[in-house]
Structures are given as structure tokens and as C-alpha cells.
């Protein structure tokens, strides 16, 4: 018997199957670069190919901030960054040599990470915990998270940066979080 995952159907991850998937990611080999790239994946909603465009420079640490160049027709824009993702991309610079400018996500021999090699990564991560996910996931469960939080719409929409609401609504739909005030 090998291990055995359990295909994630939902478009989302729920909450502990996220924390299980960052301890994993910290626990990997090249746990702190992993652990940072799945949480600013997660808390911004990034593509694999948005993550594989991030630059030191698009990142303001005094500013608690990074600009993100959306694609797919999004709207590209700076969003905060959270202490915890601070000093997770700070641990991350000072490991990969304290760089400051040049692509974030390092592979071997310092070559940049391609999408292929962060859906490898995230399958990977996946498995340990018993689960088969894909990296959009994470991006679906932002929205979901956010919504099921009760977080304005037009916020989320301009955190994700979908030009058009019904693009963000989508997440609305099955927030069991946000539909508990219904029910009092």
C-alpha cells in the first residue's frame, strides 16, 4: 500500500487543511522559502504565474506592503502585508543571500522558480498531508476566506484584482461562515 490522498473536489481548502499544509510547507526541505511562498500565495490570492513574477523591489518593507502585478486582465495594485508574512519573506531574504532586487521565488542553483516548478511544489506539500490540491486553490480559498469572514465585496474584489464584481462573487457562494448570521 502506498500513501493515499484524498482528491479536494471544493475549489478551496478549509482553514485546517491550510495550516496543515504550512506546517508541511515549513517542515519541507526548503521549508522557509515554501512556507513564505504559500502564505503571500494564499493571503493575496496569487497565480503561479503572478508568484513567478514577484520582485524584492515590489516589496516595501517599511511600507508593510507589495505591489502586485496581476495577470490574466486583472488590475495590477499594492496590497498590506501582514507581520507574519513580513517576517516570513524576511527569514526567506536573509536564507536565499539578502537580496533586494531580483525575482522572490528561488530554485536550484538560484534560478528563478518557474509555474511548473510551484504546482510541483504545492502537489508535493499536498501529499504529505493527505491531500491532492492544485495552487489555484489557494487563490479560491482567499476569496472564500475573506467573504466567509464578512469582508466587503468591492474590498476583496480589489485585494484578488478582478476588473469585474461577478468575478469575485463566485465566493459568496457556499460561505457557510458568512450565512451563520442567518441563522439566530
Not at 89 to 109: C, H, I, P
Not at 140 to 153: A, D, Q, R, T
Request: include cysteine; glycine fraction near 8%; aromatic fraction near 8%.
Amino acid at each position: 500500500m502506498g500513501n493515499s490522498t484524498t482528491k479536494v473536489e471544493r475549489d478551496y481548502l478549509y482553514r485546517n487543511e491550510l495550516e496543515s499544509l504550512f506546517k508541511a510547507a515549513k517542515a519541507s526541505n526548503r521549508g522557509t522559502r515554501n512556507y513564505a511562498l504559500l502564505l503571500v500565495m494564499y493571503r493575496h490570492g496569487l497565480r503561479r504565474s503572478e508568484a513567478v513574477a514577484m520582485q524584492w523591489q515590489d516589496i516595501n518593507f517599511p511600507g508593510e506592503e507589495i505591489y502586485i502585478k496581476r495577470a490574466k486582465g486583472s488590475v495590477s495594485g499594492s496590497a498590506p502585508l501582514w507581520k507574519d508574512e513580513l517576517v516570513a519573506l524576511r527569514n526567506y531574504q536573509r536564507e536565499s543571500g539578502d537580496r533586494s532586487f531580483g525575482t522572490v521565488w528561488q530554485g536550484w542553483k538560484n534560478k528563478p522558480l518557474t509555474a511548473k516548478a510551484i504546482y510541483k511544489i504545492i502537489k508535493e506539500l499536498g501529499k504529505t498531508i493527505g491531500l491532492d490540491i492544485h495552487p489555484h486553490q489557494l487563490r479560491h480559498s482567499c476569496g472564500y476566506h475573506l467573504i466567509n469572514n464578512g469582508n466587503e465585496l468591492r474590498l476583496v474584489q480589489q485585494l484578488l484584482g478582478h476588473k469585474e464584481i461577478n468575478n469575485t462573487v463566485r465566493y459568496t457562494k457556499l460561505a457557510a461562515g458568512a450565512l451563520r448570521a442567518l441563522v439566530n
